[in-house]
């Protein structure tokens, strides 16, 4: 058993993907080893790194004919077919190797939308309380900050967070394991405990501790607006609290090239302003098919404001991640029905379409 190199090299290849070539030269003498856990991806290469000196760039002449093709010039190396395969990390293989050294109550699967992370399953020691152990690599910071945070409302009791270095981007609630402390590989490539002692769990995981929400003033007093449209379609809004600026938000054509439902109530309450709409106008121009129904279907009217109370609320939210108040986005309550009256909660609104300004100013906004 040794201390394996894998662990810190998986904290540094994107997408934890190489060439074979590449991985043999980052692992040296335990790739044969660590091997096990790489899979063919079926694809080749586009570039070979060098030390010291730029990539190599990949060239196929042929079905076995690779080159490697330096790009300031100069002669080039012969390639073989193994060496420029890309192989990844086999994921599910590593998780259910861990669970297994760790004896949890396995689980094994990926989280539903976030690339590289898993779930593995519960934590068994005794005397200590169940927690869910997940196993995540490197990802995006804004990500990884979304799905731990979204994991410790779901278990507020604490989890824990197994990282090959235990120094994943970003912060987490949870409490962070790492690979290269907790596991050891093998000559036959099996995984094995690193610790001393009869556990691997010594303390329970801290307590998940509950945001501080924050507070918003009232927008309709201290908050101007700002709309506009890039060449794109993209639809955007800033704010402004006392003149000083907040946080921006994009809303983009959808795949049909036509504004989401979002983008639609956002620029109908702008371009009404200071206008009060009724509820029942913002159903015709959002849903005109549902409500085009609910004129056949009394009871299908029900249903529809419960929707738009959705699309209300759902849009606050993507602002508040935007650091634009929500507040702006007036609120329904249950007893909302067509003929209640809703307005943007702002001050003003600038459309800056109307000021001959190109999209290099927008984006300055």
């Not at 690339?115 to 804004?142: C, D, T, Y």
């Not at 989401?260 to 371009?271: I, P, W, Y």
Request: proline share 7%; charged share 25%; net charge neutral.
């Amino acid at each position: 058993m040794t201390e394996s190199r894998l662990w810190q090299i998986l904290d540094t290849i994107p997408g934890l993907t190489a060439a074979r070539a590449e991985w043999q030269r980052l692992l040296g003498d335990q790739f044969d080893f660590c091997a096990s856990y790489l899979r063919p991806t079926g694809e080749i290469a586009q570039s070979l790194p060098r030390v010291n000196e730029p990539a190599y760039r990949v060239v196929c002449h042929g079905a076995n004919d690779y080159v490697g093709v330096p790009p300031e010039g100069g002669p080039t190396v012969t390639l073989a077919k193994t060496d420029v395969t890309l192989y990844e990390l086999h994921q599910r293989k590593l998780g259910n190797a861990i669970a297994g050294v760790l004896k949890l109550e396995k689980q094994v699967q990926a989280l539903d939308g976030v690339a590289n992370a898993w779930s593995l399953g519960r934590a068994n020691q005794p005397g200590k309380m169940r927690h869910p152990v997940f196993m995540v690599f490197r990802i995006e910071e804004s990500e990884y900050r979304e799905i731990t945070m979204a994991l410790g409302r779901q278990y507020p009791k604490g989890f824990i967070f197994i990282s090959p270095t235990g120094q994943p981007q970003g912060e987490t609630p949870g409490s962070i394991f790492s690979m290269n402390r907790l596991f050891g590989i093998g000559v036959d490539g099996t995984l094995a405990p690193a610790w001393t002692g009869d556990t691997w769990l010594v303390d329970d995981p801290v307590p998940y501790p509950e945001p501080v929400k924050r507070q918003w003033s009232d927008p309709s007093t201290d908050t101007m607006a700002m709309v506009w449209t890039t060449k794109n379609g993209s639809f955007w809004i800033r704010t402004k609290k006392n003149d000083q600026k907040e946080g921006k938000a994009e809303f983009a054509l959808g795949a049909d090239g036509s504004p989401g439902k979002q983008s639609q109530l956002l620029r109908l309450l702008v371009f009404k302003f200071p206008t009060p709409i009724p509820v029942s106008e913002v159903l015709q121009q959002v849903y005109p098919e549902d409500t085009a129904a609910v004129r056949n279907d009394k009871a299908q009217l029900k249903p529809l404001l419960k929707k738009c109370r959705t699309l209300f609320s759902n849009l606050s939210d993507k602002l508040e991640k935007s650091d634009i108040n929500p507040r702006i986005i007036p609120s329904l309550s249950v007893d909302t029905d067509g003929s209640t009256d809703v307005v943007l909660q702002v001050t003003s609104v600038r459309n800056m379409d109307d000021h001959g300004l190109d999209d290099a100013d927008k984006s300055s906004l």
